[in-house]
């Protein structure tokens, strides 16, 4: 079984500040990591995945993660963030039953001027 | 490609009615997924399928049923609302390749009075 936290419901930060976004997971087989983007009334749209490899990830509008094995974490950073990055953030993971997803409770990033 | 599909976008029902959600993509993808999203709940899964005519329990199955008739439609239906239904409900498709994210629809919003 996995499970996914993620530490922070509500993270309210200043635009050009950076942000880091916390998620840790629990499984007993490898797994694959995502974060997704949720922009007020719409669908999740991917920013970027762990699958293997560079424990780096890049992904879209400057975002980027480190996977972490032996801290089981997966956090997600931005150097530098805009009013536009203001949305509802959500840590996945993945095992290898049928691709399901388990999904952390969400993180509302709030970037006021 | 119009993606990921779903209708009706809004949906108000009395305790007791019936109602079908319907979720369509024209990506190919063999596998589909409906979840339902609550505040501070993340994500939960309801029902999945891995292929036309194949389907599965989820997380949160109890109070709805599923069926994948063709590869490219999966139906999510409640036969007797309940106020606990209330949700924003999701459906998701991924290709059969175990890497792909999955791809998910601009949600549902039903509410059950």
């Known amino acids: 079984a996995q499970s996914v936290t993620q530490l922070d419901s509500q993270v309210p930060v200043f635009e050009e500040a950076p942000v880091e976004l916390r998620c840790n997971y629990s499984?007993?087989?490898?797994?694959?990591l995502f974060w997704y983007v949720q922009y007020p009334n719409q669908g999740l749209q991917l920013l970027l995945k762990y699958l293997s490899g560079s424990t780096l990830v890049k992904g879209i509008n400057g975002f980027e993660a480190e996977f972490n094995k032996s801290q089981t974490s997966f956090h997600l950073r931005k150097p530098s963030v805009h009013i536009s990055d203001t949305a509802e953030y959500f840590c996945a993971v993945r095992g290898t039953s049928y691709g399901k997803l388990t999904f952390g409770q969400g993180t509302i990033l709030t970037v006021h001027p | 490609n119009a993606g990921v599909t779903q209708t009706p976008k809004f949906r108000v029902l009395k305790t007791g009615q019936s109602m079908t959600l319907l979720c369509a993509q024209d990506?190919?993808?063999?596998?589909m997924y409906w979840y339902r999203q609550d505040p501070g709940m993340g994500l939960r899964l309801i029902h999945y399928?891995?292929?036309?005519?194949?389907?599965a329990k989820g997380e949160v199955p109890d109070g709805y049923n599923v069926s994948r008739l063709k590869k490219q439609n999966f139906l999510l239906g409640l036969e007797s609302a309940a106020p606990s239904q209330t949700s924003v409900y999701f459906c998701a498709s991924r290709p059969l390749v175990s890497y792909n994210e999955q791809f998910f629809g601009p949600g549902t919003r039903l509410t059950v009075l």
């Open positions: 399928s891995v292929g036309e005519g194949t389907t």
């Open positions: 499984s007993s087989v490898s797994v694959y």
């Open positions: 990506m190919n993808h063999e596998y």
